[in-house]
């Protein structure tokens, strides 16, 4: 059975930081390109970042850009979102997906309020 698994999300002061896993099973993250979407409340869901299966390479939105680095480890079959300095606006609940969105997880709550 296919399945992504994120943990990490919660609720942190702006400017605070937290790590986001999504751990897959079912699948050999290797051969995918994998990242993370989100949705705040009523707005639609958007790529926040990717990153390739081949060599690494990485897609940023422009608004988390420079804060948010996201990584990979295939032996672990995981994959991590590192959200630095965040801001109300990154509220949202975060999905980890396989980039061409065959896959998907079932989400985290990141809330960012002071």
């Known amino acids: 059975q296919v399945q992504l698994v994120e943990s990490g999300g919660g609720l942190v002061q702006p400017g605070g930081s937290l790590r986001l896993s999504c751990a897959a099973s079912?699948?050999?993250?290797?051969?995918?390109?994998i990242g993370w979407f989100r949705q705040a409340p009523g707005k639609e869901r958007e790529g926040v970042s990717c990153?390739?299966?081949?060599?690494?390479?990485?897609y940023y939105a422009d608004s988390v850009k420079g804060r948010f680095p996201i990584s990979r480890d295939n032996a672990k079959n995981t994959v991590y979102l590192q959200m630095n300095s965040l801001k109300p606006e990154d509220t949202a609940v975060y999905y980890c997906?396989?980039?061409?969105?065959?896959?998907w997880g079932q989400g985290t709550q990141v809330t960012v309020s002071s």
């Open positions: 990153i390739s299966s081949s060599d690494g390479s990485t």
């Open positions: 997906a396989t980039c061409g969105r065959d896959y």
């Open positions: 079912g699948f050999t993250l290797d051969y995918y390109a």
